[in-house]
């Protein structure tokens, strides 16, 4: 039975995130340059590598064993495995490469010192190996005063160059050895002090300690110069797997009251301790980076470490910190560097994200765009991107889920663009067989926030009649049509908005009851030419067209080529019906349209689209009352082939699928309206309108959207 407060600071740091992202460290060999390890412990049985080591062999005595398992301690709090019992390791399926460079019989001597030590040739060599044997990650629980020999600090900077991760335990010289002396550990211990030097190519990490309380520790040198590479774990009272008592000396102490030293927890075992000591607090750093370069294979060395230092939960503290006297401020600083480990931080997406489609990147932002036009959620409701692999700013790949889009816009116009049209001045003139109108908009205020805003534009219209011949032209607007458009509901794959339309002209010739019709369009992104053959009889009056549209901003008014990281833009062919005629008092008109859509730069087949609306007018209240029903337009077939990001491997490529999507939403806009527009006097004019949008942007389960709109006008 563990004693209260063991704890493995695993979920101190967020640990069971990674877990849950699938990194248990497997493939990953870890070098431990330590003290000697003792092989019996059942937590790492099946965990340390047949090259193991001791470098100083020929010169150490059968009885040379450390009597604190401190090598035993750091390898468990890596990588014992995870069997159920008391606790395992960081990076529970990593190999420890275990390298004993202790000074042969330094662990037994007693003294001031009574500690293992260690001298600079043995531990280059060390290194060396431990490079040589392929290790990732090197673990250095150790550290001593600065001096002027560079032999482990060129030792280190090799294994950067080479590739290899270093992990260095920052000292336990935080606190005064006595109340007359100053501290000594305002910055890391030889060789941790060379984190962030150039020779270390951003691949060595200094670690001090931090309690569970989240408190640094009295114990643990401050960051220094180092604060850049300089990461907090917990380092006191944390579990750990050592030898059996029996091996060791006499019992250790307990653990109450202990802070800084090896205490037994008084387990059934024996075989578990907590301890404290920044020489523990490193291990789950070289653990965690174990965990990094498992999971995400293509990582670089650096990227892997720069994921943890730029996850660290900022330590703050505004009191003056009792060894360095200055405060730990926001950001990295002296005292506690960048931070406190945080792996729930480290293993999810960091920095901007993006899929990648061919050699286009593109952002999630930009693939999971708002549904709109005519496509609506075609890309939640096929599924096109559910479990693709997207990469964050460290190329690290992360499978996405059931893909939901982000929320769209509701289908209705823009109202400040509407109102201020309202409050444009109006002018007409008719002479004879012409006329002329034209609607100026006031200015509106510049926004320094949108300076690229195009500003509003007069809109005018041109009619001029030769017997049986009609000609119109304008800006904005559009040639009339025996079904109206919606007030307030904006079709996106339709005509440009209400002042940001372009010029048109049509055409009509009259012959009898026929009538011959053709149009063209022209605004800065959408253009139309088209031509139509009306029949009018007593009943009413019938129009069969045929309409050319191009759109070189939007998808069907949507998004399908910028999900990709194309340019959105399609050819329409529509061929429509429009009819009008009295019944009674009211006049009842409706269209249908049906087009086929084609789509540049991307695989789409069987690509088409609806559209209909259907109106009912009369006379009311001393005005006109009009009552709408239309569907928007909507794509009813069609099917897109793309080449998915389904892995990154390795080496950094993409391993991809071919997949089909369908390209129809889920859902089908219906659209009501109901205006009412009425003249009082000659120079006053009263309108409203109330509008309801069900499913909107073609997505079943978007919650209906309402409208409402009053206005007066009044000529002076």
């Not at 660290?312 to 005292?335: F, L, M, N, T």
């Not at 009538?515 to 030419?529: E, G, H, K, P, V």
Request: glycine share 10%.
């Amino acid at each position: 039975m563990v004693a209260a407060g063991a704890n493995s600071g695993l979920s101190a740091v967020g640990a069971s995130s990674a877990y849950a992202a699938g990194a248990t460290g497997a493939g990953i060999k870890v070098a431990v340059i330590d003290t000697n390890l003792d092989s019996t412990v059942a937590e790492l049985q099946g965990q340390v590598t047949s090259d193991s080591i001791d470098i100083r062999a020929s010169t150490r005595a059968a009885n040379d064993i450390d009597p604190d398992g401190h090598g035993t301690l750091v390898a468990s709090i890596i990588a014992a495995k995870k069997d159920g019992l008391v606790m395992h390791g960081v990076a529970f399926d990593a190999q420890i490469l275990h390298i004993r460079a202790d000074r042969p019989g330094s662990c037994l001597e007693t003294g001031p010192e009574d500690e293992c030590s260690f001298q600079d040739p043995t531990l280059a060599e060390a290194i060396r190996y431990a490079v040589t044997r392929g290790a990732r990650i090197i673990n250095l629980s150790l550290g001593g005063e600065i001096d002027a020999d560079p032999t482990v600090e060129n030792a280190i900077f090799a294994a950067a160059a080479a590739g290899v991760l270093v992990v260095i335990s920052a000292g336990n010289e935080g606190a005064a050895p006595t109340a007359t002396e100053a501290a000594m550990g305002t910055s890391p211990t030889e060789p941790a002090y060379v984190a962030g030097q150039n020779g270390s190519l951003g691949r060595v990490v200094a670690v001090g300690a931090v309690g569970f309380n989240r408190r640094i520790s009295d114990f643990s040198n401050r960051a220094g110069a180092t604060q850049n590479f300089y990461l907090l774990a917990p380092g006191q009272r944390v579990i750990a797997a050592g030898p059996d008592d029996n091996i060791l000396l006499p019992n250790q102490p307990t653990c109450v009251g202990m802070a800084t030293t090896m205490c037994n927890d008084a387990d059934t075992n024996q075989d578990y301790y907590l301890v404290s000591g920044t020489s523990f607090s490193a291990p789950l750093v070289a653990g965690a980076l174990a965990l990094m370069l498992q999971r995400f294979p293509n990582i670089t060395p650096e990227n892997a470490l720069a994921a943890l230092l730029s996850t660290a939960d900022d330590y703050v503290d505004s009191a003056p910190d009792a060894i360095r006297g200055e405060a730990a401020g926001v950001g990295a600083d002296p005292v506690s560097g960048v931070g406190i480990l945080n792996l729930a931080r480290a293993f999810a997406p960091i920095g901007s994200t993006s899929f990648s489609f061919g050699p286009a990147s593109v952002p999630l932002s930009a693939a999971l765009a708002p549904a709109s036009g005519a496509l609506g959620d075609w890309a939640e409701q096929s599924g096109a991107f559910n479990g693709l692999v997207f990469q964050d700013v460290f190329e690290r790949g992360f499978r996405i889920g059931e893909v939901e889009l982000a929320e769209p816009r509701a289908p209705f116009a823009d109202m400040s663009v509407r109102a201020n049209y309202a409050r444009a001045s109006a002018h007409a003139i008719d002479f004879g067989p012409a006329s002329l109108s034209w609607f100026s908009p006031p200015p509106e205020p510049y926004d320094p926030r949108t300076p690229w805003a195009e500003a509003p534009r007069p809109t005018f219209e041109a009619h001029m009649k030769f017997a049986s011949t009609e000609i119109a032209t304008g800006r904005g607007g559009g040639p009339g049509s025996l079904s109206p458009a919606m007030m307030l509901i904006d079709d996106p794959s339709g005509p440009p908005q209400l002042g940001r339309g372009g010029s048109w002209t049509s055409v009509s010739q009259r012959a009898g009851p026929v009538t011959l019709d053709f149009m063209a369009s022209a605004a800065t992104d959408r253009n139309a030419s088209g031509m139509g053959v009306s029949f009018a009889t007593g009943s009413g009056t019938t129009r069969v067209g045929y309409a050319s549209l191009s759109d070189e901003r939007t998808a069907l008014g949507g998004a399908l080529q910028s999900r990709f990281g194309g340019e959105d833009g399609t050819r329409m062919s529509a061929i429509s019906v429009e009819t009008a005629r009295p019944v009674g008092a009211w006049t009842l008109s409706g269209s249908i349209e049906a087009a086929e859509a084609r789509v540049a730069n991307l695989d789409v087949s069987g690509l088409w689209t609806s559209a209909w609306s259907l109106n009912a007018e009369r006379p009311f209240a001393g005005g006109a009352l009009r009552l709408s029903l239309a569907q928007p337009r909507r794509a009813e077939g069609g099917s897109l082939f793309f080449d998915a990001p389904v892995e990154i491997l390795k080496s950094g490529a993409i391993r991809r699928e071919a997949r089909v999507a369908g390209l129809s939403p889920s859902g089908r806009e219906i659209d009501l309206e109901t205006a009412w527009r009425r003249q009082l006097g000659p120079r006053t004019t009263i309108e409203a309108a109330a509008a309801l949008s069900l499913s909107p942007n073609h997505v079943a389960d978007a919650g209906p959207e309402t409208a409402l709109w009053f206005g007066v006008r009044r000529a002076w």
